[in-house]
């Protein structure tokens, strides 16, 4: 056999030739030729045999390492004179629009990205972090399921800060399966608009209830004609809990403040751990944070009774409570709040009362906490690891391909039109 025979057999690239293989030092570098007389537009797929020039350099795209050897694919490409586009190098079958991957290199990258952290994937592929970003985010834009915004009835929103700073994307999520269906960066009216104009009219009249946090930016957009106009709008307890925990935070914050300015200098610093024992549920605490919480349960005070007031909310969204119990208890819940003489939960108390029939309407038709707080914390870990990704699409694509619906094909999964 040839050894041009044997590396077409190897690589298995669809529509090309090997015309040459050349072994570098710690590379191999394979030319090919396509095998279609057609020009292809790389955007758009339009197809021509007029060619407009030939590209003067070759093009270079990496391959499946083969055992310890980087593999490299070049070839003399044409340029094509799209009449949308102008004048483009030609696409190859091989490769995506835009890419110096082969898409084989790029599938197996954006699975590998879901189920392994940055280190080691950065050493096993050697590539850099931003360009594994950039990968992602032509798998994510191609492999997408084209049906995932069918049959959508329950839907949440939520943003999410991918970045520190203030880097926020909108993600919409099917409270029926679970998943994450559409994402976008922003967290205003306009982000959530735009991802109704893709639902499209028909789609967002099939929308029953849709749940979201208690701002004004995506209830404004859910409510504006052609969107969720037959959606219940609920606030799920997730949300719930978390504005009574930033009431909290905020308590805290104060009387910290507060101890900083006494001369005994050891009571601050004692209370610097005290964020995470306070905001944490008292079943994640370990054991040092639980010591501390005990601490300021002694000390009492202000503190100790916004976290018990924190508490007793977050017992009220148990999920074993009907709707009537519900309403009883978070009266009771505002009523005390308001009573506490504690600004932030004054103010928390308020926004609960008017946002009264959203809460229950969560409740009755059982957009629970479960769903939504599993993802929100599976988010949180991919946020993690997208911190250093130089763009909210990177960051979206992640979470998309760990979350969302898509069906990862790996090269050797997939079938090819010529089997040896
Ligand atoms: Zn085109």
């Not at 590396?7 to 690239?13: G, I, P």
């Not at 396509?34 to 537009?41: E, N, V």
């Not at 009755?364 to 599976?378: D, F, I, K, P, Y």
Request: with cysteine.
């Amino acid at each position: 056999m040839r050894v041009t025979t044997a590396f077409k057999r190897l690589m298995d690239l669809p529509g090309v030739t090997v015309t040459d293989v050349d072994f570098q030092p710690a590379r191999v570098v394979v030319s090919v030729r396509l095998r279609s007389a057609k020009l292809t537009c790389p955007e758009c797929g339009f197809t021509t045999t007029a060619r407009y020039d030939t590209r003067p350099v070759p093009s270079w795209w990496r391959h499946l390492d083969l055992g310890r050897w980087r593999l490299e694919v070049r070839a003399d490409l044409r340029r094509i004179d799209c009449p949308t586009h102008g004048a483009r190098t030609e696409g190859v079958p091989f490769a995506r629009a835009g890419s110096k991957f082969t898409r084989d290199f790029e599938d197996l990258v954006g699975w590998l990205a879901t189920i392994m952290d940055k280190t080691a994937l950065r050493r096993l592929v050697r590539i850099d972090w931003d360009t594994v970003g950039r990968i992602i985010e032509r798998v994510m834009a191609t492999g997408l399921d084209k049906r995932r915004l069918d049959n959508l009835f329950v839907a949440g929103v939520d943003e999410v800060s991918w970045r520190k700073g203030h880097s926020y994307v909108t993600l919409v999520s099917n409270h029926t399966t679970g998943k994450f269906v559409w994402g976008k960066e922003g967290k205003d009216t306009a982000t959530l608009d735009s991802f109704f104009d893709d639902l499209g009219e028909e789609r967002s009249a099939q929308i029953t209830a849709m749940s979201m946090d208690m701002g004004p930016a995506y209830e404004k957009s859910a409510k504006k004609q052609h969107h969720a106009v037959n959606a219940v709008i609920c606030y799920d307890p997730f949300h719930v809990v978390q504005l009574v925990t930033t009431a909290l935070d905020k308590v805290r914050r104060q009387v910290w403040q507060d101890l900083r300015k006494l001369p005994d200098q050891e009571a601050a610093k004692r209370f610097k751990g005290a964020r995470w024992a306070l905001l944490k549920n008292p079943g994640d605490l370990t054991d040092d944070q639980a010591a501390t919480l005990r601490r300021l349960k002694r000390r009492g005070g202000d503190l100790w009774r916004a976290y018990a007031l924190k508490e007793a909310l977050r017992a009220i969204f148990a999920g074993d409570l009907t709707e009537d119990e519900v309403g009883e208890l978070l009266d009771r819940f505002c009523s005390k709040a308001q009573r506490s003489g504690l600004k932030p939960f004054v103010t928390a108390a308020r926004t609960i009362r008017k946002r009264r029939a959203g809460i229950l309407a969560a409740v009755r038709l059982g957009v629970n906490n479960a769903c939504h707080e599993g993802l929100n914390r599976r988010v949180r870990l991919i946020v993690n690891r997208a911190y250093g990704f130089h763009s909210a699409n990177a960051a979206l694509g992640l979470i998309m391909l760990t979350l969302g619906p898509i069906d990862h094909v790996l090269p050797h999964e997939r079938r090819r039109a010529v089997d040896p």
